[in-house]
C-alpha cells in the first residue's frame, strides 16, 4: 500500500539554527513528492515538489528538500530557521493507483523558538 | 489573483442538523476539491471535480454527503444529516492541472465546523 510517514509529531529547533522535518515515503512506481505548509487558522500553501531531475529542490521561504530514492526519503529543510517558520508542515504523495490523488501524512508541528 | 474562496469560515450546529459549505476555486481553475481534516490528521479527499464531472468520490459519506459542482466554477458541499464525528475543517482547494498533470493545489482557508 502507498504511504507517508512523518515520523515526528514535533520539531523544535532555535531561531537561527539548521531545520530538518523527515518524510519518508512508500509507493509503486516514481514518487511525485510535495511538502505543504499551513499556518495557524489558514488553508495550506504549496511549498515545493520533487517530480524528477536534481535530488535537491527549491521552494519558497528559503525551504529546500532532498530526495533520496534508496531511503525513500524527502526531508525538507532550511539552513537558518526563523520564528516565523512555525507551523504545521505536511509531506504529500502523489498515489499512482488512486486517480493520482495526494496521500497526506500526518503532519509536523514546526516551533522555532527565539 | 484572488485566491480560492471558501465561506462560512466558522459554523456550530447541534447533531442532526445540515449544514452547507461554499467554494470559489481560482478563476481558470478546472479541478476542484474538498478535503476533510480532522485534528492532528493529513486532509482527506473528500471529492474531487474536473469541470462540472466528478472524478473521484470514493471517500465521500454518500449517506450524509453530497457536493456539487453546477456549473463548473463554484462548488457547494453539503452535510445532511451531521454527526459528532463530522467535526472538522473542510478545506476547498483547486488546481490549473488535475494531480495527473503534476499540478500543485491551491488551499482556501477553509470551513471549521463544530457539531455539539
Known amino acids: 500500500a502507498q504511504s507517508v510517514a512523518q515520523p515526528e509529531d514535533q520539531v523544535n529547533v532555535a531561531e537561527g539554527n539548521p531545520l530538518t522535518v523527515k518524510c519518508t515515503y512508500s509507493?509503486?512506481?516514481?514518487?511525485?513528492l510535495f511538502w505543504y505548509v499551513q499556518y495557524p487558522n489558514r488553508g495550506l500553501q504549496f511549498l515545493l515538489k520533487?517530480?524528477?531531475?536534481d535530488n535537491l529542490v527549491k521552494g519558497s521561504y528559503g525551504f529546500e528538500a532532498e530526495f533520496n530514492k534508496s531511503q525513500t526519503s524527502f526531508h525538507l529543510k532550511k539552513p537558518s530557521a526563523l520564528v516565523s517558520d512555525s507551523a504545521l508542515y505536511f509531506c504529500a504523495v502523489r498515489d499512482s493507483t488512486s486517480n493520482y490523488q495526494l496521500i497526506w501524512g500526518a503532519g509536523t508541528k514546526l516551533i522555532i523558538k527565539p | 489573483e484572488a485566491g480560492v474562496a471558501q465561506s462560512p469560515r466558522y459554523k456550530i450546529i447541534e447533531k442532526r442538523q445540515s449544514v452547507a459549505f461554499w467554494c470559489n476555486p481560482i478563476?481558470?481553475?478546472?479541478?476542484l476539491y474538498w478535503y476533510q481534516q480532522i485534528l492532528g490528521q493529513g486532509p482527506k479527499l473528500l471529492i474531487q471535480?474536473?469541470?462540472?464531472?466528478?472524478?473521484?468520490d470514493s471517500q465521500l459519506p454518500k449517506d450524509r454527503f453530497s457536493a456539487e459542482r453546477l456549473k463548473g466554477v463554484d462548488s457547494t458541499l453539503k452535510i445532511q444529516p451531521a454527526k459528532l464525528e463530522d467535526s472538522a475543517v473542510y478545506l476547498c482547494?483547486?488546481?490549473?492541472?488535475?494531480?495527473?498533470?503534476?499540478?500543485?493545489?491551491?488551499f482556501g482557508e477553509g470551513s471549521r465546523l463544530t457539531v455539539l
Open positions: 509507493v509503486s512506481g516514481n514518487p511525485y
Open positions: 478563476s481558470g481553475h478546472a479541478t
Open positions: 482547494a483547486s488546481s490549473l492541472k488535475n494531480l495527473l498533470g503534476t499540478g500543485e493545489l491551491f
Open positions: 520533487y517530480i524528477t531531475g
Open positions: 471535480f474536473q469541470n462540472n464531472g466528478v472524478v473521484d
